[in-house]
C-alpha cells in the first residue's frame, strides 16, 4: 500500500478512528517504507574484498 492523498482520505473517513490513530498508522507505513529502502540500500552494496594474509601485519616505523 503506498500513502497518497487517497489513502490518507479513506483512513480519515473510516469511523470509530481517532486522528491519533490514523497518524500512527501513516507513521508506521513511513517506518515500513524506509526500512524497505534501507535493506535495498545494504543489498546494492558491493561484496568487501578479501586481502592475502600477508597485507595489513606489519607497520613500518621509520621516521
Same mark, same amino acid.
Given at each position: 500500500?503506498?500513502? *497518497? /492523498? /487517497?489513502?490518507?482520505?479513506?483512513?480519515? /473517513?473510516?469511523?470509530?478512528?481517532?486522528?491519533?490513530?490514523?497518524?500512527?498508522?501513516?507513521?508506521?507505513?513511513?517506518?515500513?517504507?524506509?526500512?524497505q529502502a534501507a535493506?535495498?540500500?545494504?543489498?546494492?552494496?558491493?561484496?568487501?574484498?578479501?586481502?592475502? /594474509? *600477508?597485507?595489513?601485519?606489519?607497520?613500518?616505523?621509520?621516521?
Amino acid at each position: 500500500m503506498e500513502i *497518497n /492523498s /487517497s489513502n490518507i482520505g479513506s483512513l480519515a /473517513s473510516q469511523t470509530g478512528q481517532a486522528p491519533d490513530a490514523i497518524n500512527i498508522a501513516v507513521l508506521k507505513k513511513a517506518i515500513d517504507m524506509q526500512a524497505q529502502a534501507a535493506a535495498q540500500l545494504i543489498e546494492a552494496l558491493p561484496q568487501a574484498t578479501v586481502n592475502p /594474509s *600477508n597485507l595489513g601485519q606489519n607497520i613500518d616505523l621509520r621516521a
